[in-house]
């Protein structure tokens, strides 16, 4: 009888080892899935860690200060501690000194996929270079003294000296893009480029010759008259490039400006009529050598003439 119960004993001791070798088992099983996981996500962690996605960066200073800022778009730019609102959205990095102004930076045009560079006092741009989006399209640069006068070295300064002996190049001044009393930009306080819209000839006139005459600008100039018949008749506003041929008849329309305005299509055609030229890059205007503004008129041309209607503020 005993050795029948020390059996039975025995099997059932037998069957917990079973079972307990089991779960042991089945915890190893588990212990090893686990571990194989937690090591998989981390290789998954430390391979992103290699790159980082966001949409706005910023490196601060020891009081807190952005002083440099990677955003797509950027924020609009702080100048004497008030935020002005940009004329459009860019992307890219924008500098700041300890006080927080902004003082330059690299962008892209989020419309017109143009990039830019600025250096900025702390009451406006000093220096600008903006490259277009295509290379034939060229580049304008803006480098401002400390009264903010500039010089304007850009695409039309340069087709005008290489093509000014083979047609008649005239710019001819419209209604004001952004005046004081209708759609003023902050940017155009920025920049210290404030005009309220004419009234009067002699207002655009004031205006016309504050311009050429701050920024050197090389090419004739002329004035719409007040009836505005110059910028109705080629839908000039803001900015908008065409060529009359030597019959008088229309050859080109660009498109309108700013992001369609592409001084770059008016030299293919003058270089297709008259042939590739390429002169040394003007030397930079005086006052004394600056476009004297004229109201402008529409004779019929006898050669090829490139109008580019424009207002002061841009």
Request: glycine letters at 8%.
């Amino acid at each position: 009888m005993s050795k029948t119960v020390n059996l039975e004993l025995l099997q059932r001791r037998v069957q917990v080892l079973q079972q307990m070798v089991a779960l042991l088992t089945a915890c190893c099983v588990g212990l090893a899935a686990f571990l194989w996981l937690f090591e998989s996500r981390g290789n998954v962690r430390a391979a992103a860690s290699e790159s980082l996605r966001v949409k706005r960066l910023a490196v601060v200073d020891d009081k807190g200060t952005e002083r440099i800022v990677i955003a797509a778009p950027l924020p609009d730019p702080v100048v004497q501690g008030e935020r002005f609102k940009r004329n459009g959205a860019i992307s890219g990095i924008a500098i700041y000194d300890p006080d927080g102004n902004e003082r330059g930076g690299y962008a892209t045009s989020e419309t017109g996929s143009g990039a830019l560079i600025s250096l900025d006092s702390v009451n406006g741009e000093v220096f600008k270079v903006i490259a277009n989006a295509e290379h034939k399209d060229g580049g304008t640069l803006f480098p401002f003294n400390s009264k903010h006068v500039g010089v304007v070295l850009t695409t039309h300064s340069q087709i005008y000296n290489d093509y000014k002996d083979h047609a008649d190049f005239l710019t001819v001044y419209v209604r004001e893009a952004h005046p004081t009393d209708e759609w003023q930009m902050k940017s155009n306080v920025k920049d210290d480029v404030c005009y309220a819209q004419p009234k009067t000839l002699e207002q655009r006139v004031a205006i016309a010759r504050d311009f050429t005459a701050r920024f050197k600008f090389p090419l004739p100039f002329g004035i719409d008259e007040m009836g505005n018949a110059a910028d109705n008749a080629y839908a000039a506003w803001p900015e908008r490039l065409y060529i009359i041929d030597g019959t008088g008849h229309l050859a080109y329309r660009g498109g309108t400006g700013p992001f369609n305005y592409k001084p770059a299509e008016v030299r293919d055609w003058l270089a297709a009529k008259y042939g590739t030229v390429k002169h040394e890059a003007p030397p930079a205007a005086t006052a004394s050598t600056t476009a004297t503004p004229a109201t402008a008129s529409t004779p019929a041309p006898d050669k090829a003439s490139a109008t580019a209607p424009a207002s002061a503020t841009k």
